[in-house]
């Protein structure tokens, strides 16, 4: 696998990851509670939230219908994905050099991924109702 390729994997499982924790913690249900509901530890839920892990597109699936929702709200900003990835990169720079850049960039690419989650979260649930 080329080193492009490796990168887009690496990407696409940080992202799916946050995102797996963002919309479980906006679902109320706890690492506990989700690893019971499809028999998996929450230490390998940590790891896939993390990025540590990549999640199988089974699994995901599964984890998608425990906590009721479609599969894609997993990839959402996936068209930032190279961006996602290169702020991610920095956040986890060990130099307080980049240390103020990390507040800014993160917080505000949290909040927008967030934002864009709870939208098709909303939409997901007008259209379940």
Known sequence: MTKSKENCAEGFDLLVGHNLRVVRKKKGVSLVTLGEAITLSYQQLQKYENGTNRISAGRLYQVACCLGV?????????ENLEEYVR???????????FASYRTYAGTTRRENLEAEIEEVLNIGNNHLG
């Open 70 to 78: 479609p599969v894609e709200v997993f990839f959402t900003g996936a």
């Open 87 to 97: 702020i991610e990169r920095l956040e986890n720079e060990p130099q307080t050099y």
